[in-house]
Each structure stands twice: as structure tokens, then as C-alpha cells.
């Protein structure tokens, strides 16, 4: 009866990793949903490029300096995670071709959040210390989401 499954504990030192994973899948949505309405990938990329500099890369560079040392650099999974922020990077700076650039941003950053949350940060919450939660909670500045109401495509 219903749904029983219950959600992903995050503990509360990593919430807000977590809050910001949501804006991100939600501009997957944003990307999609202006894809079906036909928006041009100009103008697309404008808000991408507005998005990855106010809160995709300062989220990178946090998860890389307070969560990923956790496991370290060594590990399969942060060397995934690394490579992905990497490429995701070079796809948000990309200038030409843009269709296919934007189609893989999409795809790929669903992805690698969805990773994020099932798999690494699941590990991450178990290995680190209590001093380490600590620490990630302290620095960890997070960013209040204040849309860009410049260009909302998606509407
Ligand atoms: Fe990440
Ligand atoms: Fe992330």
C-alpha cells in the first residue's frame, strides 16, 4: 500500500550539497523543456552560462575541497567525479556547436548528479569523521538560489 520506499538520508552536514543538486536537475529541466518549445540554444546557453558561474562552479569547487578529500584523490569514484566536473566545465565553455554541447550538458549533468547523490555522497556520509561533517558543514558556503528572472526561456 502506497509508497513505502523510504527517501536517501542525507545527514545534515551534506543537506546543502543536496538542495543545490536540486537546481541543477532542475535546469536539466529548463534545458529540456526549452528544447520542446523550440527556444534557440543562444539562448539557452545565456542562462547556462549565468547558471555554471553563480552556482555550478562555486558547488564544484566546494564538493572538491571539503567532500571528495574524504575518500581521496585515489579513489575510483572521486577520479570519476573529478573527471566529470572536468568535462562538464569544458562542455559549459564550449562555444560552438551548440545543440550538441547543450544536449550533452543535459544528459551528463543529470547523470553525474544523480551518481552524486546515489552513490558517492552515500559513501562519503559513511566513511567521513565526525570532525571531517563538521568541517564540510562550517565552509561549505551555500548559495541561496536567486533566479535569473532576465531570460526565463523555460516558461
Ligand atoms: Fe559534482
Ligand atoms: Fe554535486
Not at 545534515?12 to 541543477?24: D, L
Not at 549533468?109 to 571531517?132: C, G, N, S, V
Request: proline residues 3%; glycine residues 4%; hydrophobic residues 30%.
Amino acid at each position: 500500500m502506497g509508497n513505502t520506499r523510504k527517501p536517501l538520508k542525507r545527514h545534515k552536514s551534506i543537506q546543502p550539497f543536496s538542495r543545490e543538486h536540486h537546481q541543477g536537475l532542475l535546469l536539466c529541466w529548463k534545458i529540456r523543456k526549452g528544447i520542446q518549445n523550440g527556444v534557440s540554444y543562444k539562448k539557452i546557453k545565456k542562462y547556462n552560462d549565468w547558471f555554471f558561474e553563480n552556482h555550478l562552479k562555486p558547488h564544484f569547487d566546494d564538493e572538491e575541497k571539503y567532500m571528495f578529500p574524504v575518500l581521496g584523490d585515489n579513489h575510483e569514484m572521486i577520479k570519476k567525479a573529478l573527471s566529470e566536473h572536468r568535462r562538464l566545465t569544458r562542455l559549459f565553455g564550449e562555444t560552438t556547436s551548440l545543440e550538441k554541447t547543450i544536449n550533452h550538458i543535459e544528459e551528463e549533468l543529470d547523470r553525474h548528479i544523480r551518481f552524486e547523490e546515489r552513490e558517492l555522497f552515500m559513501l562519503i556520509q559513511e566513511k567521513a569523521t565526525p570532525e571531517e561533517l563538521k568541517k564540510i558543514d562550517e565552509f561549505h558556503q551555500e548559495l541561496d538560489f536567486i533566479e535569473n528572472t532576465k531570460d526565463k526561456y523555460w516558461e
